[in-house]
């Protein structure tokens, strides 16, 4: 029987990094999650125990910290100075992934060291190998909702189907989105950012939704539609399910005002929305 080694990779998960940097009159936090991914020729390690072209864990996290103290800047570029980094310097390592969660914190008040945790979670992963390099941005945790404005029916029945056809419900989802960039040029990113973003908000607002995966198409084409140099995006929208309570028994009745927020389980809708002449970068890169 042949056997031989597959597809591999190793790295250092959820490296945490909060970084302060003091002006004059106000502070402000970047807060990040920094999770490193690096594969190439590793075979040794694999089948000999051989660690001689293994660059280790710790050593990755340590380095997220040392570049840190030059400053973060924009997590685009600094998840691209990382992975750079580790193909540059390191001959066994072949491709280099860095992703990075941000979390957004307000200012509170007139204070200028005070803060409260703000909604959503801002994303972004550069990768990095001999071939060229990819960065993509996005958003986590964008928890949105519409009391109105959201239909389902005309769906597919067979003897198992119990749900009735909706007319008017509410329509709730956590936004998970990932935009690929044409290239790793210099940009505004925490612009890009923003606007895509508000593009999400917008599209999702405006859209009389017949389904959620007409929303997530509508989502994604609005995002594209206002950035020329994003190629692809991919969303991922859990269906927040409320349904309407019965208050018959009650002696009451409800009209549309009344829900319950289901936990689990729930619907998952995913799809990508992409421009027809942007180049594949394949699975890996996301």
């Avoid at 960039?181 to 973003?197: E, K």
């Avoid at 995006?233 to 309407?244: A, D, G, Q, S, V």
Wanted: charged share 25%; glycine share 8%; aromatic share 8%.
């Amino acid at each position: 029987m042949d056997i031989e080694l597959g597809e591999n990779q190793y790295g250092k998960a959820e490296t945490r990094l909060v970084r302060v940097d003091r002006g004059a009159d106000a502070h402000t936090i970047t807060d990040l999650n920094v999770t490193t991914t690096l594969a190439g020729e590793l075979t040794a390690t694999h089948l000999t125990g051989d660690n001689s072209g293994v660059l280790p864990t710790d050593t990755q996290k340590n380095t997220v910290y040392a570049f840190a103290r030059d400053g973060v800047g924009e997590i685009e570029d600094f998840a691209l100075r990382l992975a750079r980094h580790f193909v540059d310097t390191t001959p066994t390592i072949t491709r280099a992934r860095v992703r990075i969660e941000q979390y957004a914190w307000d200012r509170i008040a007139a204070t200028g060291h005070s803060f409260a945790r703000a909604a959503g979670t801002r994303t972004a992963t550069a990768c990095c190998d001999g071939d060229g390099a990819w960065i993509v941005s996005g958003v986590s945790d964008l928890v949105v909702l519409n009391t109105t404005g959201s239909e389902f029916h005309g769906f597919h029945v067979d003897e198992y189907t119990t749900l009735p056809e909706a007319r008017d419900r509410i329509l709730a989802t956590a936004v998970t989105a990932l935009w690929r960039h044409r290239s790793t040029d210099a940009r505004d990113w925490a612009a890009s950012f923003a606007g895509a973003r508000e593009r999400l908000l917008t599209a999702f607002a405006d859209t009389h939704s017949l389904s959620l995966q007409q929303t997530l198409h509508a989502m994604g084409e609005r995002v594209l539609a206002g950035a020329d140099d994003l190629a692809e995006i991919r969303l991922t929208l859990p269906n927040k399910h409320h349904f309407l309570v019965d208050l018959a028994p009650f002696g009451m009745d409800n009209p549309g005002e009344v829900f319950f927020a289901a936990d689990r389980p729930y619907g998952l809708i995913e799809g990508t929305v992409r421009r027809a002449d942007a180049p594949d970068a394949g699975l890996a890169w996301w």
